[in-house]
């Protein structure tokens, strides 16, 4: 075992909730000193993008052909759209005098660790350089600007992630949150490009400490020590949906031989009274080398449409996490049901087209009220080849009855489920009161000891495999939420694992919502009409 992978096999060890403890973290919340949410850095030249709210023509179904989606010129207007339907606020929520934002991308907590950048060369779009979106102003912030930018016209899109912001509320366990919302952020990115009729290539190749170089995030005097970011993935667009596949061009990296660095980040929190240095030490081990180049191709896979015929942009925008279920609402329709799981199973459209890999990632769901399904504990495999294994690592009494629908679906053991999911689920109603809720169960051990950083893909999986839950849920009427407190042992003991080759590393649930009617909402962007 490498240094790296028993580092990352500690941490993971270390940040699991117990039943009758849960990982550590700060003792109380210093609400004035809670992290700012939105990223700027002074001293930069802003380049204002149109006003946002723009919807497009293409239903939310009309995703499911890439082809029927009339592709935008890329221009300001459609670059500032993406941003927006991926990262931008959604809306604003009040409870008395607590207002705050929601983002088209959802966050552990609302806490939003995720930064993007966007390096173009198309000098036609806005000056080459490097550019930070600021999602509450809706602009680009010129971190730098290159002196040559010969070649094509390229546009790629990067993440980032402040780990202090999830470990300020989080602590330990934050960076698995931080991982989480990568995934999140990198489903809402394709979905957003899908809508434009384009597609996001995943540059997986590339090195963190490349990417690093190419955002100015390895200069540590632009940023306060403590709320460093640490690089995650780049993608590419291609404004043709069926754009061949190629490797990140050797010219993106010559771009920096003439290139000026604007301005430094301001400080997002005063005292940072609580230190985690083990995220500190987990994200050392897991960061990314030059890897080979991996495309994967995923078959098709045909799904009923959504009941709700919407708009994409409409609905990625009514998008919202859910506080509450209402328990005795109507059985969630099979139809709907299928549709909602049928969408997570690898597929070729989005957001699988920005994905790489295969899958590692099953689920085990917790059904409660499914319209044709005996309540009970149900196994979907996201990969035929992993149901043997699946089967010979869960308990031998499960009964692995094979279920019709138009994936892999199986009961393991009929019954009411709802306080086993509840109690698992750090006793939150939402896994119980909901029509169903479920767990990611990844392939574990094999992939952090054959390369460390794979820990953090296999978080990204989940939380793309979460940002599909979501928009599904919506386009059947109903809503979703994902549930990163569990009690980690617990769920493999309920599922009779015996070692670490499997781990449940995401809950989420799915049901119809309890408005709390005492919350105000107003528009995303009026502060920008004021």
């Known amino acids: 075992m490498t240094e790296d992978s028993a580092a990352v096999l500690h941490y993971h060890q270390r940040t699991k909730h117990q039943v009758n403890a849960y990982a550590k973290g700060p003792a109380s919340l210093d609400w004035d000193d809670q992290p700012n949410p ?28 890439a082809q029927s989606v009339p592709g935008q010129s890329v221009d300001l207007n459609s670059i500032g759209l993406l941003l927006e ?20 991308n959802p966050s552990s907590g609302n806490l939003h660790p995720t930064e993007c950048y ?98 100015g995030l390895d200069r540590s005097e632009d940023f306060v020590p403590q709320e460093h970011e640490a690089p995650d993935l780049l993608l590419r667009l291609l404004a043709e949906p069926n754009a061949p596949f190629a490797e990140a061009p050797p010219q993106l990296a010559k771009l920096y031989a003439s290139v000026q660095w604007y301005g430094s980040a301001t400080a997002l929190s005063g005292r940072h009274f609580y230190q985690w240095p083990i995220i500190d030490n987990v994200a050392k081990h897991t960061q990314k080398p030059i890897t080979s180049l991996e495309r994967y191709q995923p078959t098709p896979l045909a799904l009923a449409a959504p009941s709700q015929h919407i708009k994409a942009s409409q609905l990625i925008r009514q998008r919202r996490s859910a506080q509450h279920f209402n328990a005795k609402a109507e059985a969630l329709g099979l139809a709907d049901f299928q549709r909602i799981i049928g969408a997570t199973i690898t597929n070729s459209k989005a957001p699988f087209t920005s994905w790489n890999w295969a899958p590692e990632v099953h689920l085990f769901i917790f059904v409660h009220q499914v319209a044709g399904l005996v ?38 053991v009929p019954g009411n489920v709802k306080q086993a ?17 479920l767990g990611m169960l990844a392939r574990f051990a094999d992939p952090v000891l054959q390369e460390a950083w794979r820990y953090r893909r296999l978080f990204w999986e989940c939380g793309l495999i979460g940002q599909i839950l979501y928009l599904e849920a919506e386009a059947a009427g109903v809503r979703g939420t994902g549930i990163g407190c569990f009690f980690d042992d617990a769920v493999h003991g309920m599922l009779g694992l015996q070692d670490d080759n499997w781990q449940s590393l995401y809950h989420f649930t799915v049901g119809t919502p309890s408005e709390d009617n005492r919350i105000q909402t107003f528009p995303a962007y009026d502060h920008l009409l004021a």
């Open 38 to 65: 939105f990223r700027r850095f002074q001293g930069c030249e802003t380049v204002a993008l149109p006003p946002p709210g723009k919807e497009l023509a293409c239903a939310f179904g009309d995703l499911d052909n």
């Open 85 to 104: 339907l991926a990262l931008g606020l959604s809306a604003w929520k009040q409870y008395g005098p607590d207002k705050w934002a929601l983002r088209c």
């Open 118 to 215: 966007l390096i173009s060369t198309h000098a036609a779009l806005v000056p080459p350089g490097v550019y930070h979106y600021v999602s509450y102003d809706h602009c680009l912030e010129r971190r730098a600007s290159f002196s040559e930018a010969h070649g094509k016209d390229e546009i790629y899109i990067a993440l980032s992630s402040i780990h202090w912001r999830e470990a300020w509320k989080y602590g330990e366990r934050a960076f698995r949150y931080c991982q989480h919302d990568v995934g999140h952020a990198l489903a809402a990115l394709s979905y957003a490009a899908a809508a434009l009729g384009w597609r996001l290539e995943l540059c997986s190749e590339v090195a963190d400490h490349d990417l690093a170089h190419w955002l």
């Open 375 to 412: 309540p009970g504990l149900y196994c979907v495999p996201r990969s035929a080849k992993d149901t043997a294994a699946l089967q010979a690592a869960m308990r031998e009494d499960f009964s692995w009855h094979s279920i019709a629908a138009p994936f892999e679906f199986y009961l393991l």
């Open 421 to 437: 999911a509840k109690m698992l689920s750090c006793h939150q109603g939402i896994a119980s009161d909901s029509a169903f809720s």
